[in-house]
C-alpha cells in the first residue's frame, strides 16, 4: 500500500514538474507568438494616439516579427492575418498589407477587422470605391469598425495610414 502511494506520489511529482518545465520552455513549443504580437500592436496604437510614431513603429516593427512566426506555425488564421496587414500598412507597406488582408478575406470574408483595415488602406491609396466595398460588407454588423470606416470615408475621422 505504501509502495503504491509513493509511486503516485512520484508519478504526480514527474508529471507536475515535466508540464512545468514544457510550459516555460524557450522552445517554442508553447510560445504564443500571435498574442505577443496583437499585445504588441494595441501598445503601438497607444503610442500612436499619443503622437509618439516612432515609438510605436518599432512596436509594429517587433509585432510584425512575432506575427510572421505565429503564421509560420499555424498558417492562414484569419486574425493573424488580420494583424499581419495591421502592422505592415502602419509601416508604410500597403502592397504587403494588401496582400495580407486579402489572404484573410479568402479564408473569412466577414472578419470585421480585415474588412474595416482594407478599408482604411483602400482610403489612404485613394480607391474609395473599394472601400465603400468593405464598407458594404460591414453594414450589417452594427459594430465598431462599421462606424470608424465609414468616418474614414466620409473623411469625418483622419486615418494616419
Known amino acids: ?5 509513493l509511486l503516485v506520489v512520484i508519478f504526480y511529482f514527474v ?3 515535466s508540464s512545468y518545465g514544457a510550459a516555460s520552455s524557450g522552445n517554442g513549443g508553447s510560445t504564443n507568438y500571435y498574442k505577443k504580437g496583437e499585445t504588441l500592436i494595441k ?4 503610442l500612436e494616439k499619443k503622437g509618439k510614431i516612432e515609438k510605436a513603429n518599432k512596436r509594429y516593427k517587433k509585432a510584425l516579427e512575432y506575427l510572421i512566426k505565429s503564421n509560420k506555425e499555424k498558417p492562414n488564421q484569419s486574425d493573424t492575418l488580420n494583424y499581419l496587414g495591421f502592422a505592415t ?14 489572404l484573410g478575406l479568402q479564408i473569412d ?4 477587422g480585415i474588412n474595416e483595415y482594407l478599408g482604411e488602406l483602400y482610403v489612404v ?19 465598431e469598425e462599421y462606424k470608424e470606416l465609414k468616418e474614414i470615408i466620409e473623411g469625418k475621422k483622419q486615418s494616419k495610414y
Do not use: F, Q, W
Open 1 to 5: 500500500m505504501k509502495k503504491n502511494l
Open 15 to 17: 508529471l507536475t514538474i
Open 43 to 46: 501598445r503601438a496604437k497607444k
Open 89 to 102: 500598412r502602419k509601416l508604410g507597406d500597403y502592397e504587403k498589407g494588401e496582400e495580407y488582408y486579402l
Open 109 to 112: 470574408p466577414d472578419h470585421k
Open 125 to 143: 491609396t485613394d480607391r474609395i470605391d473599394l472601400a465603400k466595398e468593405r464598407l458594404s460588407v460591414l453594414k450589417n454588423c452594427n459594430c
